[in-house]
T-cell receptor, first 112, second 115 residues
Framework: GEDVEQSLFLSVREGDSSVINCTYT??????LYWYKQEPGAGLQLLTY?????DMKQDQRLTVLLNKKDKHLSLRIADTQTGDSAIYFC????????????FGAGTRLFVKA | NAGVTQTPKFRVLKTGQSMTLLCAQD?????MYWYRQDPGMGLRLIHY???????AKGEVPDGYNVSRLKKQNFLLGLESAAPSQTSVYFC??????????????FGEGSRLTVL
Protein backbone atom coordinates (compact mmCIF):
# COMPACT_ATOMS: atom_id res chain seq x y z
CA GLY A 1 0.00 0.00 0.00
CA GLU A 2 0.89 3.64 0.01
CA ASP A 3 3.61 4.76 2.40
CA VAL A 4 5.11 8.11 3.30
CA GLU A 5 8.38 8.34 5.22
CA GLN A 6 10.14 11.25 6.84
CA SER A 7 12.72 11.75 9.57
CA LEU A 8 11.34 12.37 13.05
CA PHE A 9 13.46 15.28 14.30
CA LEU A 10 15.29 18.32 13.00
CA SER A 11 17.05 20.99 15.02
CA VAL A 12 18.22 24.31 13.55
CA ARG A 13 19.34 27.69 14.79
CA GLU A 14 17.15 30.73 14.42
CA GLY A 15 17.89 32.46 11.12
CA ASP A 16 19.19 29.31 9.41
CA SER A 17 17.33 27.42 6.70
CA SER A 18 15.46 24.23 7.56
CA VAL A 19 15.07 21.40 5.08
CA ILE A 20 12.61 18.62 5.81
CA ASN A 21 12.66 15.62 3.50
CA CYS A 22 10.04 13.04 2.64
CA THR A 23 9.74 10.00 0.39
CA TYR A 24 6.51 8.42 -0.81
CA THR A 25 5.63 5.26 -2.70
CA UNK A 26 2.40 5.96 -4.56
CA UNK A 27 3.32 6.87 -8.13
CA UNK A 28 -0.28 7.88 -8.83
CA UNK A 29 -0.15 10.69 -6.28
CA UNK A 30 -1.77 13.80 -7.66
CA UNK A 31 -1.10 16.22 -4.85
CA LEU A 32 1.60 16.30 -2.22
CA TYR A 33 1.23 18.37 0.88
CA TRP A 34 3.00 19.81 3.85
CA TYR A 35 0.87 20.25 6.95
CA LYS A 36 1.94 21.98 10.15
CA GLN A 37 0.81 21.00 13.63
CA GLU A 38 1.39 23.29 16.58
CA PRO A 39 1.17 21.94 20.15
CA GLY A 40 -2.32 20.93 21.19
CA ALA A 41 -3.85 21.76 17.83
CA GLY A 42 -5.02 20.06 14.70
CA LEU A 43 -3.10 20.10 11.45
CA GLN A 44 -3.21 23.03 9.07
CA LEU A 45 -2.21 23.00 5.44
CA LEU A 46 1.07 24.85 4.96
CA THR A 47 1.53 24.36 1.24
CA TYR A 48 0.96 21.82 -1.50
CA UNK A 49 2.36 20.95 -4.90
CA UNK A 50 0.67 19.34 -7.85
CA UNK A 51 2.42 16.25 -9.18
CA UNK A 52 3.30 17.82 -12.54
CA UNK A 53 5.32 20.58 -10.88
CA ASP A 54 8.98 20.49 -9.82
CA MET A 55 9.03 23.43 -7.49
CA LYS A 56 6.73 25.80 -5.71
CA GLN A 57 7.74 28.90 -3.77
CA ASP A 58 5.57 30.72 -1.28
CA GLN A 59 7.32 33.47 0.69
CA ARG A 60 9.79 31.68 3.01
CA LEU A 61 8.69 28.24 1.88
CA THR A 62 10.13 26.30 -1.06
CA VAL A 63 8.79 22.89 -2.02
CA LEU A 64 10.83 20.67 -4.32
CA LEU A 65 9.40 17.56 -5.94
CA ASN A 66 11.47 14.86 -7.61
CA LYS A 67 8.81 12.63 -9.09
CA LYS A 68 11.29 10.11 -10.48
CA ASP A 69 12.72 9.44 -7.01
CA LYS A 70 9.39 10.09 -5.26
CA HIS A 71 11.10 12.63 -3.03
CA LEU A 72 9.55 15.78 -1.62
CA SER A 73 11.27 18.45 0.44
CA LEU A 74 10.24 21.57 2.31
CA ARG A 75 12.71 24.38 2.81
CA ILE A 76 11.96 27.11 5.32
CA ALA A 77 14.19 30.13 4.88
CA ASP A 78 15.20 32.32 7.84
CA THR A 79 13.68 29.89 10.34
CA GLN A 80 12.07 31.54 13.35
CA THR A 81 11.21 30.20 16.80
CA GLY A 82 7.56 30.42 15.77
CA ASP A 83 8.27 27.78 13.14
CA SER A 84 8.81 25.18 15.87
CA ALA A 85 6.14 22.56 15.21
CA ILE A 86 5.58 19.13 13.69
CA TYR A 87 5.58 19.09 9.89
CA PHE A 88 3.74 16.32 8.12
CA CYS A 89 4.35 15.25 4.57
CA UNK A 90 1.26 13.79 2.91
CA UNK A 91 0.17 12.51 -0.45
CA UNK A 92 -3.18 11.99 -2.08
CA UNK A 93 -3.88 9.37 -4.67
CA UNK A 94 -6.33 9.60 -7.51
CA UNK A 95 -8.74 6.86 -6.53
CA UNK A 96 -10.36 5.14 -3.57
CA UNK A 97 -11.95 8.14 -1.91
CA UNK A 98 -8.90 10.30 -2.63
CA UNK A 99 -7.44 9.32 0.70
CA UNK A 100 -4.64 11.41 2.11
CA UNK A 101 -1.78 9.36 3.56
CA PHE A 102 0.48 11.03 6.10
CA GLY A 103 4.06 10.49 7.17
CA ALA A 104 5.00 10.22 10.83
CA GLY A 105 5.83 13.93 11.06
CA THR A 106 9.11 15.77 11.58
CA ARG A 107 9.41 17.71 14.80
CA LEU A 108 11.31 20.92 14.10
CA PHE A 109 13.17 22.51 17.00
CA VAL A 110 14.38 26.07 16.48
CA LYS A 111 17.08 27.24 18.87
CA ALA A 112 17.32 30.94 19.63
CA ASN B 1 -16.57 30.54 11.71
CA ALA B 2 -16.52 27.12 13.41
CA GLY B 3 -15.00 24.92 10.66
CA VAL B 4 -14.61 21.40 12.07
CA THR B 5 -15.73 20.80 15.64
CA GLN B 6 -15.03 17.65 17.64
CA THR B 7 -16.69 16.60 20.88
CA PRO B 8 -15.66 15.64 23.45
CA LYS B 9 -12.12 17.01 23.59
CA PHE B 10 -11.03 14.68 26.39
CA ARG B 11 -12.38 11.38 27.65
CA VAL B 12 -11.19 8.62 29.94
CA LEU B 13 -12.74 5.19 29.51
CA LYS B 14 -12.38 1.85 31.20
CA THR B 15 -11.61 -1.22 29.11
CA GLY B 16 -14.81 -2.57 27.61
CA GLN B 17 -16.79 0.67 27.78
CA SER B 18 -18.28 2.22 24.67
CA MET B 19 -18.34 5.78 23.46
CA THR B 20 -18.99 7.95 20.43
CA LEU B 21 -16.93 10.84 19.12
CA LEU B 22 -18.86 13.45 17.21
CA CYS B 23 -17.47 15.51 14.35
CA ALA B 24 -19.42 18.39 12.84
CA GLN B 25 -18.42 20.60 9.91
CA ASP B 26 -20.16 23.70 8.61
CA UNK B 27 -18.35 24.02 5.28
CA UNK B 28 -20.68 21.80 3.25
CA UNK B 29 -17.83 19.39 2.56
CA UNK B 30 -18.60 16.10 0.89
CA UNK B 31 -15.71 14.11 2.32
CA MET B 32 -15.03 13.45 5.98
CA TYR B 33 -12.32 11.42 7.68
CA TRP B 34 -11.33 10.05 11.05
CA TYR B 35 -7.61 9.71 11.85
CA ARG B 36 -5.77 8.64 14.95
CA GLN B 37 -2.42 10.12 15.91
CA ASP B 38 0.12 8.12 17.87
CA PRO B 39 3.72 9.12 18.72
CA GLY B 40 6.16 8.23 15.95
CA MET B 41 3.38 6.94 13.70
CA GLY B 42 1.84 10.08 12.35
CA LEU B 43 -1.79 10.06 11.36
CA ARG B 44 -3.44 6.83 10.36
CA LEU B 45 -6.78 6.76 8.62
CA ILE B 46 -9.49 4.84 10.47
CA HIS B 47 -12.61 5.36 8.33
CA TYR B 48 -13.77 7.89 5.83
CA UNK B 49 -16.91 8.97 4.02
CA UNK B 50 -17.34 10.37 0.53
CA UNK B 51 -20.88 11.54 1.11
CA UNK B 52 -23.97 11.35 3.26
CA UNK B 53 -24.94 7.77 3.94
CA UNK B 54 -21.60 6.30 2.80
CA UNK B 55 -18.62 5.04 4.79
CA ALA B 56 -15.44 3.13 3.95
CA LYS B 57 -12.54 1.55 5.81
CA GLY B 58 -9.16 3.16 6.07
CA GLU B 59 -5.82 1.74 7.22
CA VAL B 60 -6.78 0.82 10.80
CA PRO B 61 -10.57 0.25 10.99
CA ASP B 62 -10.70 -2.65 13.47
CA GLY B 63 -12.49 -1.87 16.72
CA TYR B 64 -14.23 1.22 15.31
CA ASN B 65 -17.51 1.92 13.58
CA VAL B 66 -18.71 5.08 11.86
CA SER B 67 -21.88 6.64 10.59
CA ARG B 68 -22.67 9.56 8.29
CA LEU B 69 -26.40 10.05 8.60
CA LYS B 70 -26.17 13.77 7.92
CA LYS B 71 -23.75 15.47 5.56
CA GLN B 72 -22.37 17.73 8.26
CA ASN B 73 -21.78 15.02 10.88
CA PHE B 74 -19.44 12.04 11.05
CA LEU B 75 -19.57 9.84 14.14
CA LEU B 76 -16.83 7.50 15.32
CA GLY B 77 -17.86 4.75 17.72
CA LEU B 78 -15.89 2.43 19.95
CA GLU B 79 -18.09 -0.49 20.97
CA SER B 80 -15.69 -2.06 23.46
CA ALA B 81 -12.72 0.16 24.21
CA ALA B 82 -9.24 -1.33 24.56
CA PRO B 83 -6.02 0.25 25.92
CA SER B 84 -4.58 0.08 22.37
CA GLN B 85 -7.20 2.66 21.38
CA THR B 86 -5.63 5.27 23.66
CA SER B 87 -4.79 7.99 21.17
CA VAL B 88 -5.59 11.44 19.89
CA TYR B 89 -8.38 11.31 17.32
CA PHE B 90 -8.70 13.88 14.58
CA CYS B 91 -11.63 14.49 12.33
CA UNK B 92 -11.07 16.18 8.99
CA UNK B 93 -13.18 17.22 6.05
CA UNK B 94 -12.56 18.26 2.47
CA UNK B 95 -14.37 19.19 -0.70
CA UNK B 96 -13.00 15.97 -2.12
CA UNK B 97 -13.09 14.65 -5.61
CA UNK B 98 -10.85 14.88 -8.64
CA UNK B 99 -9.70 18.25 -9.85
CA UNK B 100 -9.68 19.74 -6.38
CA UNK B 101 -6.63 20.24 -4.21
CA UNK B 102 -8.04 17.98 -1.50
CA UNK B 103 -6.99 20.25 1.34
CA UNK B 104 -8.06 18.72 4.64
CA UNK B 105 -9.57 20.89 7.35
CA PHE B 106 -8.95 19.44 10.78
CA GLY B 107 -10.68 19.64 14.10
CA GLU B 108 -8.69 20.30 17.26
CA GLY B 109 -8.56 16.65 18.25
CA SER B 110 -10.09 14.42 20.91
CA ARG B 111 -7.75 12.85 23.43
CA LEU B 112 -8.98 9.44 24.52
CA THR B 113 -7.43 7.38 27.31
CA VAL B 114 -8.51 3.79 27.88
CA LEU B 115 -7.51 2.35 31.25
Amino acid sequence: GEDVEQSLFLSVREGDSSVINCTYTDSSSTYLYWYKQEPGAGLQLLTYIFSNMDMKQDQRLTVLLNKKDKHLSLRIADTQTGDSAIYFCAERGNTGGFKTIFGAGTRLFVKA
Amino acid sequence: NAGVTQTPKFRVLKTGQSMTLLCAQDMNHEYMYWYRQDPGMGLRLIHYSVGEGTTAKGEVPDGYNVSRLKKQNFLLGLESAAPSQTSVYFCASSYGGAGLTGELFFGEGSRLTVL
